[in-house]
């Protein structure tokens, strides 16, 4: 197919896009809309910053001649300048140009790709049905809440007791299944980014990177290494914590003869009655269940428990550069 069809069909997708429509970049993840659509362009405008890029008809040739002349005709994503991001954002909306981000890859399909999801502008409406998601954290985050809600917070001091301790035990429940869900969503991440190119969202941006740990080799072959350039081992040798623990095991010595003791006090989480945790939680649904939604001080919950699902969903969730800010394949 010569590319002037697919650029005129590419042009037809565009001009159908639904009003208020975002499209995302596939490395930087920038948002981004079509404002205009001409013959010899495409024009965008960046939701995150206040920028308005018209993009060529001939860069578009150009990025159609390197899909197809891939191997595959699966061509690279990190082989784009950084600049050139938003194009294959546009070329994916063609019935057959997807947009593989595990595999960062654009590529040409022989059948039609699916149709394409967009995500339109807030009207106000709810248009999908809110649920609660199957996460510890959410639970624990949501007692954070509630009990934050009904203390002041001002001066940490003024607190009773029990209150301080329900807080700390919450609080160490939510930093332990934070961290777990933040472990998952890495290694999601790390098969998504790509040569060191940092990745933006709404909050913040992450970005590949890597860590080396160094271990020492045998001991013998270290000693002689050094030996051999001149070092002399006294040097380098010193006492072993493992071995001076052996040896007090076999001698009169007492622990306070070779270790200088430094005795420091902290608080740690003792236990967590679970019982109180979920029959609290199951009371905070049932009122949102059972209450009059006219209600005002329940209308304020509601609002609250919805605005606080949103920002646990935003934190949790990873919208891939072949979708635009919905769970949709780019096309």
Do not use: C
């Amino acid at each position: 197919m010569p590319f002037s069809v697919s650029w005129h069909t590419l042009l037809e997708e565009a001009n159908d896009l639904p009003a208020g429509a975002t499209l995302v970049t596939p490395l930087s993840h920038h948002e981004f809309r079509v404002t205009d659509v001409q013959e010899q362009r495409v024009v965008v405008e960046y939701v995150d910053r206040d920028e308005r890029r018209p993009l060529q008809r001939e860069q578009f040739e150009t990025l159609y001649r390197h899909v197809r002349d891939a191997p595959g005709k699966a061509f690279e994503l990190d082989r784009l300048p950084p600049d050139a991001d938003p194009y294959p954002a546009v070329w994916s909306l063609h019935p057959r140009y997807e947009i593989d981000e595990d595999a960062g890859v654009i590529r040409e399909s022989e059948d039609p790709t699916g149709t394409q999801v967009v995500r339109k502008e807030s009207t106000g409406e709810t248009d999908v049905e809110r649920h609660e998601p199957d996460l510890q954290v959410y639970s624990d985050a949501l007692l954070v809440t509630d009990t934050l809600e009904r203390h002041e917070m001002d001066d940490l001091t003024d607190l009773d007791t029990d209150a301080l301790v329900n807080l700390y035990t919450l609080l160490s429940d939510v930093q332990r299944s934070a961290d777990d869900l933040r472990k998952g969503i890495a290694d999601v991440l790390l098969g998504r980014l790509h040569h060191d190119r940092p990745v933006s969202g709404q909050f913040g941006s992450v970005q590949r990177t890597e860590r080396r740990n160094r271990s020492l080799k045998g001991e013998e072959t270290v000693l002689n290494a050094l030996e051999a350039a001149g070092v002399d081992r006294e040097q380098v040798t010193s006492v072993d914590r493992d071995k001076v623990d052996d040896a007090l095991d076999v001698t009169d010595l007492s622990p306070e003869d070779v270790y200088e003791t430094d005795t420091t006090e902290y608080v740690r989480k003792a236990e967590v009655d679970e019982d109180v945790k979920e029959t609290r939680l199951q009371g905070l649904k049932d009122r949102l269940v059972a209450s009059d939604e006219t209600d005002e001080q329940t209308r304020q919950l509601q609002e609250e428990i919805a605005e606080l699902e949103d920002r646990i969903e935003d934190l949790t969730s990873f919208k891939s550069g072949n979708a635009f800010h919905t769970e949709s394949a780019a096309e």
